[in-house]
């Protein structure tokens, strides 16, 4: 079964082919990262109004990557939930209008469960991508431990089978890739902050700065905004300033080096947080599979600390498929349709904000 994968959800206009829920025969990625670094962020109007340039271009250039005419397409899934709403009805408007007009059922995914599903791609066609990608050898096993870290998610979730699975914790305030981007700002590195920090953090001190680790009631919960505090109070003592200090003005008064220092000192902490609740997950759930999902889960540390503290072989999944993509889409809507009916490609609507839960596919 071939699925068209249509995503949209923030800033990046993505479309790929996957078959089977495993093989990936395209992946589109058209990011808009330029657009808005000079805004320092998404700017939720000019995301929309480029998800409406790019959409039609950039599912005709899938399809063509996968060298599939229509009639090879079973399936269309669109990310409809969670998102910005301007950016989710462009995806979701155009898969709609195209189910109907090719005749193919549709189906509604969650982008939050969709990156763990990046996971499960293990082959690929020729040609699929301009360079291939370096794929895990097999798909994860459950009960699968996965970790969701991207830019509006930190989680941790067990998955007892497809569509099966348990929140076992979460972030109580900012995501992790939200502080990252923060601390990113603070530092006066550009927007998108987490690749910026990571770079920077190469050449730094881990352990020139120490930042405590929040204490959660559950757990398996995290806490990210008392980190980027802690951050932004150690740079302020540094260069001799408090609060009344213009935030954005700080970076100009540290050297590279302090900066270094700080994104790296940062990172540990962050990743080892991280790492400290699914190593306890990990020994509480004994999983057969771990995976790490969403766009934190690019951080070559982060995955090094990983597989560093947990007794598991872990397999990773590319970068690409990390970060917001489409193949992740249509990865997960083959596993979804087994399961499920086809959605009403002229009533189905977006839901800009609804978390993952228990029942998500009951
Ligand atoms: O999953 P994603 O692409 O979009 C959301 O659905 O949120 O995640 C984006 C987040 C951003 O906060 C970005 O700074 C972070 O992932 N990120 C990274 C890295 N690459 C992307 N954070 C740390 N290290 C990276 N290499
Ligand atoms: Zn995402």
Known sequence: ????????????????????????????????????????????????RSHIEAITP??????????????????????NAPGLIGSLLVGTLAARTLAVVHKKPLYGIHHVE??????????????ATATPLTLPSRQPQFPMLALIVSGGHTQLVLFRGHGDYELLGQTQDDAVGEAFDKVAKILGYPYPGGPAVERAAKDGD???????????????DYSFSGLKT????????????DFRFPSHELSGLLSDKQKHDFAASFTRVAIETL??????????????????????????????????RLPIDIQYAP????????????????????????????????????????????
């Open 275 to 308: 790492v400290d609740k699914a190593e306890k997950a990990f020994i509480d759930y004994a999983p057969a599979s771990v995976v790490i999902a969403g766009g934190v889960a690019a951080s070559p540390p982060l995955r090094a600390e990983l597989s560093r």
């Open 1 to 48: 079964m071939k699925i068209l994968g249509i995503e949209s959800s923030c800033d990046e206009t993505s479309a790929s082919v996957v078959e089977d829920g495993t093989r990936l025969y395209s992946n589109v990625v058209q990011s808009q990262i330029d657009i808005h670094a000079e805004y320092g962020g998404v700017i939720p109007e000019i995301a929309a």
């Open 319 to 362: 970068m690409s498929l990390c970060t917001d993509n489409a193949a992740m889409i249509a990865t997960l809507g083959y596993y979804y349709a087994q399961g499920h009916a086809a959605d009403d490609p002229y009533s189905l609507e977006v839901i800009p904000s609804i978390s993952m839960s228990k029942t998500a596919w009951a």
């Open 230 to 241: 802690a951050v932004l109070r150690a740079v302020q003592r540094e260069v001799g300033k």
């Open 114 to 127: 969709a990156h763990v599903y990046a996971n499960f791609v293990t082959e690929q066609q020729d040609g």
């Open 58 to 79: 950039v599912v005709d250039k899938a399809l063509e990557d996968a060298k599939c005419a229509w009639a090879d397409i079973d399936a269309i899934a669109v990310t």
């Open 206 to 220: 881990a352990y020139a700065y120490d930042f405590p680790k929040s204490r959660m009631q559950n757990p398996y």
